[in-house]
């Protein structure tokens, strides 16, 4: 049963940091281009980050880029987001997500290219 599961989630002040896990099983993950995506209360599911399946690409949102860092871990079953200087326009629910297929050289920044999602991991920011 493929599974993903994301944890490290949390209150913080603006101008804080969290790092966020999402550790996969089921399948091999190392594989497969890694994303994270975020929904804020009323608002549609957004692209955040992506990291290709062997780690030597990433790509981000104009949004978070220079404050946020995708990264995998040494296993390559479990990606990490490591968020830096946090703002309250941050809150949201954060969703790790598993592409369709595997050794795909693109960064995907749609939902809809990626077939397995975890069940997120609240972030607040407070101000």
């Known amino acids: 049963q493929v599974q993903l599961v994301e944890s490290g989630g949390g209150l913080v002040q603006a101008g804080g940091s969290l790092r966020l896990s999402c550790a996969a099983s089921?399948?091999?993950?190392?594989?497969?281009?890694m994303g994270w995506f975020r929904q804020a209360p009323g608002k549609e599911r957004e692209f955040v980050a992506v990291?290709?399946?062997?780690?030597?690409?990433?790509y981000y949102a104009d949004s978070v880029k220079g404050r946020f860092t995708i990264a995998r871990g040494s296993a390559k079953n479990t990606v990490y987001l490591q968020m830096n200087s946090l703002k309250p326009e941050d809150t949201a629910v954060y969703y790790c997500?598993?592409?369709?297929?595997?050794?795909?050289?693109?960064?995907?920044?749609?939902?809809?290219?990626?077939?397995?999602w975890g069940q997120g991991t609240q972030v607040t920011v407070s101000s």
């Open positions: 997500a598993a592409d369709r297929v595997a050794f795909q050289m693109d960064l995907p920044a749609t939902p809809g290219r990626y077939d397995y």
């Open positions: 990291i290709r399946w062997n780690g030597d690409s990433t």
């Open positions: 089921g399948r091999t993950f190392s594989s497969y281009t």
